[in-house]
């Protein structure tokens, strides 16, 4: 037979249930808020890159892209139209001024340059001729004149007997007045024949100075030709290195055609091509920063192309550093060229985030070792560091690594 249980024992044995039950609820709740720490997205701190945002000058730059080039490289063209008939160098051979690089067919050219050597020295002969035939005339007309002036002074005797002869009654007045008339006609031929000869003179001088010039002007072109011939025996220029040279024994090649490019690989410059939207920005005499990896070369703006192509503008810069063992002819570069001076600003560091001034979302190091994503407005940059308009204060850490796989989180846990 059954006896019922005392109240005192079922109230112990309630509470112990109520007990276990509460013990498994909190054991539950402890599980679940363990496994969400854990479920949470997080990022190791070693992998992520930290900015401090700070307060300094920022010298505000334009970013361009750029590539080494020699900063001397002359290409030789053909002077003629020719053949290649000797090569003596090779591309990547060391020339010195003077060097023979190669050979072109000049036999057309030197048989040309022969007869105008003997056009020349006929001109030359014509010219003497016509000197000669100058003195000639002018000396036949220096003798009419003083014949004529003899004969003038025979008449003004003649003059002065008659009128000597009219005042003794020896003579009459119609005699007088012959010899007058006859003293004037021959004053008046005088004249004109010194007119005339004052007109030859000039006449032939002009005549003498046309020849002079033709001449002069088809020395010019022999000396052109001999130019023409000269540089048709390519050689060097100067000290340099033979970056490309056409070796085709027998090609035919125009007059203008390129044959052969000396560099001088010793030096170097940097030719860059920037947006011209970025135009004003960039001028001639305008600090320069080429960096090549990690290395920073300094250099001055010494050129800007005025005008656009395909939207892009070109410029040059040359190095202080113009032979840093960096440097290669067609390596490419980042150049970052400066155009104002902001001082007292906030900044932090520059990085593949920073694309142009505008609003971005960048995580932000919090109190509680965690990574949350603000908003923040950034204004203009230099290679080194980027200007903080808003949305951060002096001494906040900012990630400036890439994020781009946490791009749909707002918050993150940072692991040690």
Do not use: C, W
Request: glycine share 6%; aromatic share 6%; no cysteine.
């Amino acid at each position: 037979m059954d006896r019922e249980i005392p109240k005192e024992v079922r109230r112990r044995e309630r509470n112990k249930r109520l007990m276990r039950y509460g013990i498994g609820g909190v054991a539950v709740i402890v599980v679940i808020s363990v496994l969400v720490s854990v479920m949470r997205t997080g990022v190791r701190e070693k992998d992520v890159v930290f900015s401090t945002v700070d307060q300094g000058t920022i010298e505000v730059s334009v970013s361009a892209s750029g590539k080494v080039v020699p900063a001397f490289e002359e290409i030789i063209n053909s002077p003629i139209n020719t053949r290649i008939v000797e090569v003596y160098k090779k591309g990547g051979d060391s020339v010195d001024v003077g060097t023979p690089i190669l050979k072109l067919d000049l036999q057309s050219t030197e048989t040309e340059y022969q007869k105008l050597l003997d056009e020349e020295k006929t001109k030359q002969y014509e010219l003497e001729q016509l000197r000669i035939n100058n003195e000639v005339a002018l000396n036949d007309m220096a003798n009419q004149i003083k014949v004529s002036e003899m004969q003038l002074n025979r008449k003004r005797v003649v003059l002065r007997n008659e009128r000597y002869l009219d005042s003794i009654g020896s003579g009459t007045t119609d005699q007088v007045r012959q010899a007058e008339l006859d003293l004037n006609v021959s004053e008046l031929e005088l004249e004109q024949l010194r007119q005339q000869y004052a007109g030859k003179q000039k006449t032939l001088a002009a005549d003498y100075k046309v020849k002079e010039l033709e001449l002069s002007i088809f020395r010019k072109d022999l000396a052109e030709m001999k130019r023409t011939l000269d540089d048709a025996q390519v050689r060097s220029p100067r000290k340099a290195i033979l970056t490309y040279i056409n070796d085709q024994i027998g090609v035919q090649v125009t007059q203008g055609t390129q044959i052969a490019i000396i560099s001088d690989l010793s030096h170097f410059k940097v030719e860059g091509e920037i947006a011209d939207t970025y135009g004003d920005r960039v001028a001639a005499g305008g600090k320069a920063i080429v960096k090549i990896g990690r290395e920073q070369l300094v250099g001055r703006v010494s050129s800007v192309t005025p005008l656009s192509k395909n939207g892009v503008i070109s410029f040059t810069v040359q190095l202080d550093d113009d032979s840093n063992r960096r440097l290669r002819s067609g390596l490419k570069t980042d150049v970052y060229v400066m155009n104002a001076v902001k001082e007292d600003v906030m900044r932090i560091a520059n990085a593949s985030y920073y694309v142009g001034r505008g609003e971005y979302e960048l995580f932000v190091r919090t109190a509680s070792d965690e990574l949350q994503k603000r908003k923040v407005q950034l204004g203009d940059s230099n290679f080194e560091y980027v200007e903080v308009v808003s949305g951060l204060k002096p001494g906040e850490q900012v990630v400036v690594s890439d994020m781009s796989m946490f791009k749909n989180k707002n918050k993150l846990k940072l692991k040690q």
